[in-house]
């Protein structure tokens, strides 16, 4: 059986409880790209638009799989993470989509809700292909967000809202997390693949000889957790708009760092990036390739409509670790 999305006669008794029973919706359309939660576009017959995330069982296509326990980044997905990230990137001034609404209660659906401000379809990602002049705008102002972020010091590691409740475990150093997160992913990644299978020895002896290097250290900055200039929207004036935030976390730099240079490539430097440990930064780096064959391949394994361009990403972080070894 497919999956059931929302339709508009779904949010009937919504629009009139948020915008009044004079107004309706004339169009709903499911924005695409999520595998955690749904986004829908809701188009009122004023012209109004509004964004409306849905944290239901039916919107997410990631099967289950073994992680680590403290790992703060674990299924990273979900109301009560994004109230607590939002709250905390805004005392940041870091602009994220302005929250309208939140529905904890399940008073419309079986589902958290939440509305907020649309601010339109254009990523940094497009941006930077379309219009370069705007481009170097928007990155410019992204590096002043990431560099208040990263040296807003936080007194331990884990999700935002556990640090703030006294709650975060701090039973062991964050760079061992993160080699116990990649040994994971290594383990899940060669029962998927017979390359990785084959040389799992010598990719975890990799892990270990990155983790040799580390020095210990005990700060902790605010992190996105996965952030790409695909989850960097931009207003018509160049104002980067962070979004997926539900990761947002108390963690080492490096950790966004590692994703920021995959993601923006040759922009990265554009960012204006704060000083780093070296050595953290390529555990945390090869860390994230291992992810980036295990959750393509795991996911691939189920319904989610772009498979291909999953298998495909999987496949050039698997040349990336075989050639690391």
């Known amino acids: 059986m497919g999956r059931a999305f929302l339709r508009p006669e779904d949010l009937g008794e919504l629009v009139a409880q948020e915008f009044g029973t004079d107004r309706r919706l004339e169009v709903l359309d ?51 993470l994004f109230v607590a990230a939002h709250a905390a990137l805004s005392a940041a001034r870091v602009r994220t989509p302005r929250l309208l609404m939140l529905d904890r209660d399940r008073r419309h659906f079986d589902a958290d809700l939440a509305l907020v401000e649309d601010v339109g379809d254009t990523r940094l990602e497009s941006l930077i292909e379309t219009d370069r002049s705007l481009a170097c705008t928007t990155l410019s102002a992204l590096g002043d967000s990431l560099r208040g972020m990263h040296t807003l010091s936080g007194p331990a590691y884990g999700r935002v809202a556990a640090v703030a409740q006294g709650a975060a475990p701090q039973t062991r150093c964050t760079e061992d997390i993160v080699v116990d997160r990649a040994l994971t992913h290594l383990d899940a990644a060669a029962s998927r693949d017979a390359r990785i299978a084959e040389a799992q020895d010598r990719v ?3 892990v270990h000889d990155l983790r040799s290097t580390v020095s210990a ?17 931009v207003t ?16 080492d730099i490096e950790w966004d760092h590692a994703w920021l240079q ?54 050039r972080n698997i040349a990336e670790a075989l050639a690391s070894v």
């Open 30 to 80: 499911r924005l695409t790209g999520g595998t955690k939660k749904g986004v829908y576009r809701l188009r009122l017959d004023d012209r109004t638009t509004v964004i409306l995330y849905v944290w239901a069982a039916g919107e997410n296509y990631w099967p289950p799989s073994a992680c680590v326990p403290d790992d703060p980044f674990t299924d990273a997905s979900g109301a009560e």
């Open 204 to 206: 975890a002896g990799h």
């Open 217 to 233: 250290r005990q700060t902790y900055g605010l992190v996105h957790g996965e952030l790409g200039p695909d989850h960097v929207l």
């Open 236 to 251: 018509p004036a160049g104002e980067p708009v962070v979004i997926d935030i539900e990761g947002l976390a108390h963690f």
């Open 262 to 315: 995959l993601r923006f490539g040759e922009d990265y430097r554009a960012l204006n990036p704060v000083e780093l440990d070296p050595h953290r930064l390529e555990l945390f780096r090869f860390a994230q390739v291992l992810s980036l064959i295990e959750g393509p391949l795991r996911i691939a394994d189920s319904d989610y409509p772009d498979r291909q361009w999953m298998l495909d990403l999987a496949e």
